[in-house]
């Protein structure tokens, strides 16, 4: 019994160090930014509790970048509004890092008949992450036009 005790350990450990890092902090492509998750979780937890807007206003940079994204977070409101409540949770879409100081992340808000895409582009400057862009988009046409775009090879001609 401790024979086994002992292989199942080192087999862990072994795993541990193979892989380099927990799984909890791996995505693809490598390491979860160190802080980032939280501002993230912190920007939804404040978007599915009220108002859109209020989360926009405290993921803003600063006093201008609240100002300029004010009309956003209107926009926001009134397509919740018009959804007839509440968002209904969200979901990630897609997340890059561009640097090891920025990551854009791209989401789905999920309303009722339809969602609205959130993307937002965070910046590292020294130990914490803040949003530096936001955009939300609530056209699908737009967004099936950008998936095709990605999606489509052009065809060759066939050599005759």
């Not at 927990?22 to 930014?33: E, I, M, N």
């Not at 939280?38 to 609240?66: C, L, M, V």
């Not at 939300?136 to 775009?149: L, P, Q």
Request: proline share 5%; charged share 25%.
């Amino acid at each position: 019994m401790k024979y086994c005790i002992v292989v199942l350990a080192v087999g862990l450990i072994a795993l541990v160090l193979v892989n380099g890092r927990a799984p909890a902090q791996t995505r693809a492509g490598g390491a979860l930014p160190a802080g980032l998750d939280a501002e993230i979780t912190d920007f939804w937890q404040k978007w599915e509790g009220d108002k859109p807007s209020e989360a926009i206003r405290r993921a803003a940079p600063n006093a201008d970048g609240q100002q300029a994204w004010a009309s956003i977070g209107q926009a926001a409101d009134e397509f919740q509004f018009r959804a007839g409540g509440r968002c209904l949770g969200h979901s990630e879409v897609t997340r890059k890092a561009m640097s090891d100081r920025m990551e854009y992340v791209s989401f789905l808000a999920l309303y009722e008949p339809s969602p609205m895409r959130v993307q937002l582009l965070y910046y590292k400057a020294k130990d914490r992450w803040s949003a530096v862009g936001l955009r939300i988009d609530s056209n699908t046409t737009r967004w099936m036009e950008e998936v095709n775009a990605i999606q489509v090879v052009p065809e060759t001609p066939a050599d005759e």
